[in-house]
């Protein structure tokens, strides 16, 4: 069978394959998935019970459901005092980010976003035949505007940010988040913010750069806060002629969201996350205080990675060992051009987390010594 050329331009997630591996490995330490370990609410479950008991299983609007686009509209202005013109429910922020590409870009357009990055990025960017250019970060992953100015030019039709990172957990100053928006002012670009990891914020404020830059595309969602990522619930906020050419996308391709989940969404939004955040961070301190003395790595201030330099720089080949330890964590290359660093996940139980502290140190010690 000969498959379409475009489907040569992508491949397999890194992230997939060790999820493969790890059902074939006997009480492995897994330090690799990037959902919560906990479960959805036992409140909002009660909400999509509700919900399917009422009758509410078909199709809703393809652009979700009225009343969970206006309550969206409205926490995006109290809590990120950012002003959108309209919202489209999302399949996910997953969804969101398809839709957006397939929306805004031609083959030969160029989009910046950091390296590391999120692994969708790239893969769904040159899907559409669009050009990543790769924004070069700090030693503590920070974005220097230099480096932005370099790397956007007359091509550049998008800057994708995510704050707080998957992979980094690093999340963007107002002097980062500024910055951006004035490069993107001068050059015209669109902004993509990617805010899924916006209940994870452990030290300050979450600040929006949509705060900042009003052509600004913010995508958020429901997976992570509330444990909901099998419910597919995500939003896009933003201009009202963007939505509207996602929302006529969605038509021809999700359809809309799944309704029971979006009407549970409703009840999450009023849902208060503070005992969640207060358990992560303690997780955060806990993977942090653990490694940080046989490790070159930055503290993260959000989301639930850490992001370690691998020993001798040659994370490929630590992760072997680690896999060969028990231990299951995904290399630096599936997020990066380069091979230097280790994404390790604290969305674990906290036995768990120690006992991957106690492998990843032994295995640190090991690789100094060779």
């Excluded at 992979?167 to 910055?179: F, I, W």
């Excluded at 963007?242 to 999450?268: G, H, N, R, W």
């Excluded at 303690?282 to 940080?292: C, E, L, Q, T, W």
């Excluded at 330890?325 to 036995?351: C, M, Q």
């Amino acid at each position: 069978m000969k498959f379409a050329s475009r489907m040569n331009v992508i491949d397999s997630s890194g992230i997939r394959k060790v999820f493969d591996l790890a059902k074939t490995m006997k009480d492995p330490v897994n330090l690799s998935i990037g959902q919560p370990d906990f479960d959805v609410p036992e409140i909002l479950k009660e909400s999509a019970i509700t919900a399917i008991n009422k009758g509410f299983n078909s199709y809703t609007l393809t652009q979700g459901l009225t009343e969970l686009r206006e309550k969206i509209k409205n926490m995006v202005f109290e809590k990120k005092g950012a002003k959108v013109d309209d919202v489209i429910i999302t399949s996910g922020v997953s969804g969101g980010i398809l839709l957006t590409f397939l929306t805004l870009l031609d083959p030969g357009d160029e989009v910046v976003f950091s390296d590391p990055y999120f692994v969708m990025y790239k893969h769904l960017c040159r899907f559409t035949g669009a050009v990543p250019k790769y924004l070069q970060l700090d030693e503590k992953f920070r974005i220097l505007p230099e480096n932005l100015a370099k790397v956007v030019s007359d091509k550049t039709k998008l800057i994708v940010l995510n704050s707080p990172s998957n992979p980094t957990g690093v999340v963007n100053s107002p002097d980062e988040l500024k910055a951006v928006a004035d490069i993107a002012s001068r050059f015209g670009i669109t902004v993509v913010s990617d805010e899924i990891y916006d209940g994870f914020v452990y030290d300050g404020e979450y600040e929006s750069i949509a705060k900042y830059y009003p052509d600004t595309l913010i995508l958020g969602g429901f997976s992570k806060e509330y444990a909901m990522t099998g419910w597919r619930v995500g939003y896009a906020a933003g201009n009202s002629d963007l939505i509207k050419e996602m929302i006529k996308l969605q038509q021809y391709t999700f359809v809309c969201a799944p309704s029971i989940a979006q009407y549970a969404a409703l009840d999450a939004l009023d849902y208060n996350t503070d005992y969640i955040r207060r358990q992560y961070a303690a997780k955060r301190d806990m993977i942090y205080n653990g490694i940080k003395d046989n490790f070159n790595v930055v503290k993260p201030g959000g989301a639930f990675y850490i992001y370690p330099e691998a020993p001798n720089l040659n994370a490929t080949e630590f992760v072997k060992r680690a896999i060969e330890n028990n231990l299951l964590i995904i290399p630096g290359n599936v997020f990066s051009e380069k091979d230097t660093h280790i994404r390790i996940s604290f969305a674990a139980p906290d036995a768990t987390i120690e006992r991957g502290i106690s492998i990843l140190n032994k295995l640190a010690f090991e690789f100094k010594r060779s």
